[in-house]
T-cell receptor
Framework: DTEVTQTPKHLVMGMTNKKSLKCEQHMGHRAMYWYKQKAKKPPELMFVYSYEKLSINESVPSRFSPECPNSSLLNLHLHALQPEDSALYLC????????????FGSGTQLSVL | DAKTTQPNSMESNEEEPVHLPCNHSTISGTDYIHWYRQLPSQGPEYVIHGLTSNVNNRMASLAIAEDRKSSTLILHRATLRDAAVYYCILRANKLVFGAGTILRVKS
């Protein structure tokens, strides 16, 4: 199994809502990542988890709250988002945070109204 | 993060080889050169990576200049399914994407 599974595939939320994005992998990878991608732009790194601990936060606003409950699961909790946060949110995993390749999920398309 | 420079777009004919260039003049000795591609409506997909020597896999070849300041991704026979955005990335402890090259393949 070389898949990274993201749910939901699409999400529409209001600015006062709280929602969560979920990412799962069963490859035994110990590094997991969240990226944000606006239309026609490259993915931007948001967070990196290594062995279930947050190792990199690319100055992401606190309305985005990541969580890694175990080595297979990564969540992104969303609260009080703005319309400009509408984007494709991509999850990825790799063996470690070394130089190995990343496996990406197909993303969650988020619309904030 | 060291920066890469790629052409905005390239066009190729189907069944012909494609050479996608990447300049990375500020590369450090520990940076690996990674290539990913992103097909429409999908997440990025790993293509190939290398440090100093040329590399081959089932998808592509990676030619790295001797001074490591540039590299070229080679698709040996482009197909319509290879139409995508190709990203050249210098990987140290994190993967930071640049603008990439949009590859169009004509039938």
């Amino acid at each position: 199994d070389t898949e990274v599974t993201q749910t939901p595939k699409h999400l529409v939320m209001g600015m006062t809502n709280k929602k969560s994005l979920k990412c799962e992998q069963h490859m035994g990878h110990r590094a997991m990542y969240w990226y944000k991608q606006k239309a026609k732009k490259p993915p931007e790194l948001m967070f990196v988890y290594s062995y279930e601990k947050l190792s990199i936060n690319e100055s992401v606003p606190s309305r985005f709250s990541p969580e890694c409950p175990n080595s297979s699961l990564l969540n992104l909790h969303l609260h009080a988002l703005q319309p400009e946060d509408s984007a494709l949110y991509l999850c990825a995993s790799s063996q470690t945070t070394g130089v190995e390749k990343l496996f990406f999920g197909s993303g969650t398309q988020l619309s904030v109204l | 993060d060291a920066k890469t420079t790629q052409p905005n777009s390239m066009e190729s004919n189907e069944e012909e080889p494609v050479h996608l260039p990447c300049n990375h003049s500020t590369i450090s000795g520990t940076d690996y050169i990674h290539w990913y591609r992103q097909l429409p409506s999908q997440g990025p997909e790993y293509v190939i990576h290398g440090l100093t020597s040329n590399v081959n896999n089932r998808m592509a070849s990676l030619a790295i200049a001797e001074d490591r300041k540039s590299s070229t991704l080679i698709l040996h026979r482009a197909t319509l399914r290879d139409a995508a955005v190709y990203y050249c990335i210098l990987r140290a402890n994190k993967l930071v994407f640049g603008a990439g090259t949009i590859l169009r393949v004509k039938s």
